[in-house]
């Protein structure tokens, strides 16, 4: 029975050491699929108006404080005394519309990762803008991986040659 009882608090000691999936964006599917969730989270702000907390609660697995920050004074909006977010074609801050295909790049350090696609010229629909490079840098902070900057077209160019 003791041995039984040791067992099982070893076990249960190791659990919290198991990685998650924004303690460890070890590969570029890694760090597509925490993106693709960042994204969700923010799309979800739309669906309903809810508090200051429950925001910073859906956006804080993925964003840093700063990039919250950002976010919310760009794209929430006041609502009988909750918050929403309203759907734009061109709203900043949001992850980019990146193809998760060859066409998205990802360079991987120790300290910080950088996810970028160049976006050619385009002049249909209702958006309209030149060739650009746009992207996402990533930092660890307190162990865990979070998107820290929006990069439009100002990705150190070191970046861009480590990718293509």
């Given at each position: 029975?003791?041995?039984?009882?040791?067992?099982?608090?070893?076990v249960?000691?190791?659990?919290?050491?198991?990685?998650?999936?924004?303690?460890?964006?070890?590969?570029?599917?890694?760090?597509?699929?925490?993106?693709?969730?960042?994204?969700?989270?923010?799309?979800?702000?739309?669906?309903?108006?809810?508090?200051?907390?429950?925001?910073?609660?859906?956006?804080?697995?993925y964003?840093?404080?700063?990039?919250?920050?950002?976010?919310?004074?760009?794209?929430?909006?006041?609502?009988?005394?909750?918050?929403?977010?309203?759907?734009?074609?061109?709203?900043?801050?949001?992850?980019?519309?990146?193809?998760?295909?060859?066409?998205?790049?990802?360079?991987?350090?120790?300290?910080?990762?950088?996810v970028?696609?160049?976006?050619?010229?385009?002049?249909?629909?209702?958006?309209?803008?030149?060739?650009?490079?746009?992207?996402?840098?990533?930092?660890?902070?307190?162990?865990?991986w979070?998107?820290?900057?929006?990069?439009?077209?100002?990705?150190?160019?070191?970046?861009?040659?480590?990718?293509?």
């Amino acid at each position: 029975m003791k041995k039984t009882l040791l067992i099982l608090f070893i076990v249960l000691l190791l659990i919290p050491l198991s990685p998650n999936a924004k303690d460890s964006l070890s590969d570029k599917n890694d760090v597509f699929s925490f993106l693709q969730k960042a994204f969700q989270a923010q799309i979800s702000l739309s669906d309903q108006t809810r508090t200051k907390q429950e925001i910073r609660d859906v956006l804080s697995p993925y964003f840093s404080e700063e990039y919250q920050k950002m976010f919310w004074d760009e794209n929430m909006f006041e609502e009988e005394g909750k918050f929403v977010t309203y759907g734009s074609d061109f709203a900043f801050y949001y992850i980019p519309f990146f193809q998760y295909s060859g066409e998205t790049k990802v360079v991987i350090s120790p300290e910080s990762i950088y996810v970028l696609q160049f976006f050619p010229t385009t002049t249909d629909g209702p958006v309209s803008y030149e060739d650009h490079y746009e992207g996402i840098m990533l930092k660890k902070m307190d162990g865990s991986w979070k998107i820290a900057d929006y990069l439009y077209d100002n990705i150190p160019k070191s970046i861009i040659e480590k990718a293509y």
